[in-house]
DNA sequence: ATCTTATATATGACTAAACATATATAAGAT
DNA sequence: ATCTTATATATGTTTAGTCATATATAAGAT
């Protein structure tokens, strides 16, 4: 499961609890590819503890709630390096909002239209959120090795965000000429 | 739920059974946009039976087992009109290879370019797949106000797989300069 | 004074989807 | 002769993911 070894590769550069790897993994560094919900962070994270990839420690705190740390172990290392090698199957495509389009021509066209320019403005608005993600660009001389892939993975989401938003347009334009 | 109206949907057009559902439509005409189980169509023609949405009647076969013909009704139809004027939400992004890529800088350079080449193998056969989808284009003569939309999905698709090709090329040439 | 936000972990309940398998018959291939 | 493929429907089980809610404290806002 590709959640579980997201959150190893995530222990192997630091220690770390579930709501800080919520908060700051996942609603941002690698959001724009996995998205995760709280509750099965934890329960993902009971998991990697039983089968001995990560372990915990409670961190007492006085003024704010008690914190589990959690660490990966060498046999959590090992098995991200033998995941990192297997091959990774294409994601199943479910796009709600081509269903809609398929059966569109029912519609009339203004309301077509105006379908599709609301999804442009959340494509559009997407966009937007991936450019404000600081990551050096791959000339920068901050570039690191690591922050080249991770470079990478966002350059992944900017082009296909700005196919989606050139496609949007052509098909407005399309439907306007109709 | 998405696949209940794809079912709908299709069921518009002319009464089906489970089988052709899945080996007609969610197989061939819409796999670029939404793939289904078996299972998962006939429990949600259940579901939609139970809505009033469809209904279905026997048709005995003599050399082969009985087919399950469903139609959509009154109720159906109304529903697949609102349905098609709700909002969608922009589907959840969850890419296993982009977290693979994501921690890829620990890996050799050599064993990076064979998981970029391998997946530029696998969309390159994807576009190939798509490409091989007979609908007519937008300036064929042949072309319908039905099939219009039709092929804007299927275009959605040709230029997102043509936008992960040349990213995936040039994440290739990249590491290569490294 | 009261409400919201941030910090922090945990569980119950549910839905969507995936995977396996059962049943039944005929045609065609090895 | 035996195996596979096509036609056709159905169910059991499991996994992944979502949504709601519980608990607890402090800081800051209205």
Redesign the interface.
């Known amino acids: 499961m590709?959640l579980a070894?997201?959150i190893l590769?995530m222990l192997?550069k630091q220690p770390m609890t579930g709501y800080e790897l919520k908060t700051q993994c996942f609603d941002d560094s690698?959001a724009?590819?996995?998205?995760a919900d709280q509750a099965q962070i934890y329960r993902t994270l009971d998991k990697l503890a039983e089968q001995g990839f990560v372990e915990s420690r409670l961190e007492v705190q006085e003024d704010r709630p008690n914190r589990k740390v959690y660490s990966i172990t060498d046999a959590g290392r090992a098995e991200?390096?033998r995941?990192?090698?297997t091959?990774?199957?294409?994601?199943?495509?479910?796009?709600?909002?081509?269903?809609?389009?398929?059966?569109?021509?029912?519609?009339d066209n203004t309301?077509?239209i105006a379908?599709l320019e609301?999804?442009l403005k959340?494509?559009e608005q997407?966009l937007a959120t991936y450019r404000a993600i600081p990551l050096p660009s791959?000339d920068n001389p901050n570039m690191t090795?690591?922050l080249?892939?991770?470079r990478?993975?966002l350059?992944?989401?900017l082009?296909?965000e700005?196919?989606?938003i050139?496609?949007l347009r052509?098909?407005i334009a399309?439907v306007k000429r109709?």
């Open positions: 590709s070894h997201a590769g192997q690698i724009h590819f996995w998205q991200v390096h995941w990192l090698l091959e990774q199957p294409l994601p199943t495509i479910r796009e709600p909002f081509l269903v809609q389009l398929f059966f569109a021509g029912q519609l309301q077509i379908m609301q999804q959340a494509h997407q791959f090795r690591e080249t892939f991770q990478m993975t350059e992944a989401g082009s296909n700005q196919a989606c050139d496609w052509d098909c399309h109709m």
